[in-house]
């Protein structure tokens, strides 16, 4: 018998005992004893998620770039997303920081939070498959995962609508997108902003494999854009119009004014206003889907 209520009570102790745990994108096992309250994101669109599953009140520190959602604004700021101030993080007690992926530069303040014991978890999202487990996997360390399935289950209905009027329309326009300029970036085929353009109904001019491709005027004007979107925020804070843009007149986008400015936030940081952006873009290379009933107005 006392066995039996022994057996009985580890059996009820397991699941407390488990605490959370999530593995992720470099292989690392994140073990926390419960669901994260005091969370740092180092990367923005982690802030965008937690405010999406409702844990935004879990954000206890911003970087100095990063105030949305709005609540955030007033927090304590620990500095950059590469060089955040690792002091000022472990003075907020985190029990769990998260960064993205990507530059090197952005493991240090990993590796040194580790040293001190700080959980930390790195995720990318370099697709919109790579960004759903994202999602789930935030939920999880944060005790939100029916509100993550839900969110991916609403962002997939979103995409997969877009991908049922994009399949309608004919004609694939050929894109160029501008991450920066005048020194020249795009982006190549492995940037999420690739998937993003493929998914509105346009190809990514820009063949290079790598994320990014750095190329000169001559080079822009023979790939010879039909769409053109120029994003602007801190990658590409002053960009000029096309027109404004002697060498770069003479593109078929300039003289077919399918040129765009659009937020970079939406475009080129991994998070839910992805599905923003590709909704935008597809109206914006296909007008015909802006004029079907119940389109929504991204303005």
């Given at each position: 018998?006392?066995?039996?209520?022994?057996?009985?009570?580890?059996?009820?102790?397991?699941?407390?005992?488990?605490?959370?745990?999530?593995?992720?994108?470099?292989?690392?096992?994140?073990?926390?004893?419960?669901?994260?309250?005091?969370?740092?994101?180092?990367?923005?669109?982690?802030?965008?998620?937690?405010?999406?599953?409702?844990?935004?009140?879990?954000?206890?520190?911003?970087?100095?770039?990063?105030?949305?959602?709005?609540?955030?604004?007033?927090?304590?700021?620990?500095?950059?997303?590469?060089?955040?101030?690792?002091?000022?993080?472990?003075?907020?007690?985190?029990?769990?920081?998260?960064?993205?992926?990507?530059?090197?530069?952005?493991?240090?303040?990993?590796?040194?939070?580790?040293?001190?014991?700080?959980?930390?978890?790195?995720?990318?999202?370099?697709?919109?498959?790579?960004?759903?487990?994202?999602?789930?996997?935030?939920?999880?360390?944060?005790?939100?995962?029916?509100?993550?399935?839900?969110?991916?289950l609403g962002l997939q209905a979103r995409l997969d609508a877009v991908d049922a009027q994009v399949a309608r329309t004919s004609g694939r326009p050929r894109t160029f997108f501008e991450v920066r300029s005048p020194n020249m970036f795009s982006v190549g085929q492995k940037s999420l902003v690739t998937e993003i353009i493929r998914r509105a109904g346009g190809i990514n001019c820009v063949q290079t494999p790598e994320r990014f491709a750095h190329l000169s005027e001559e080079e822009v004007i023979r790939l010879a854009p039909e769409a053109y979107v120029i994003q602007r925020g801190p990658m590409n804070p002053a960009p000029l119009p096309l027109a404004d843009r002697p060498r770069l007149r003479g593109l078929p986008a300039t003289k077919s004014g399918r040129a765009w400015f659009v937020d970079e936030m939406k475009y080129s940081r991994p998070g839910p206003r992805n599905v923003d952006a590709v909704e935008e873009l597809a109206r914006l290379l296909h007008p015909e889907i802006a004029r079907k009933p119940g389109a929504k107005d991204t303005k």
């Open positions: 018998m006392a066995l039996a209520v022994l057996s009985a009570a580890l059996c009820t102790a397991r699941p407390a005992l488990a605490g959370v745990r999530v593995t992720d994108d470099t292989g690392r096992e994140i073990v926390l004893p419960r669901p994260a309250v005091r969370v740092i994101a180092l990367y923005g669109a982690f802030n965008e998620i937690l405010d999406g599953l409702g844990r935004a009140e879990a954000i206890v520190a911003r970087t100095n770039a990063d105030t949305t959602p709005a609540r955030i604004a007033k927090l304590p700021v620990i500095g950059t997303h590469m060089r955040p101030n690792i002091e000022a993080v472990l003075a907020q007690k985190p029990d769990l920081v998260l960064q993205m992926a990507g530059r090197k530069e952005a493991s240090i303040p990993v590796d040194a939070l580790m040293r001190h014991g700080v959980s930390v978890a790195v995720f990318r999202a370099g697709s919109f498959a790579e960004l759903m487990s994202v999602i789930r996997r935030v939920g999880t360390l944060t005790g939100a995962d029916d509100r993550a399935e839900a969110m991916v």
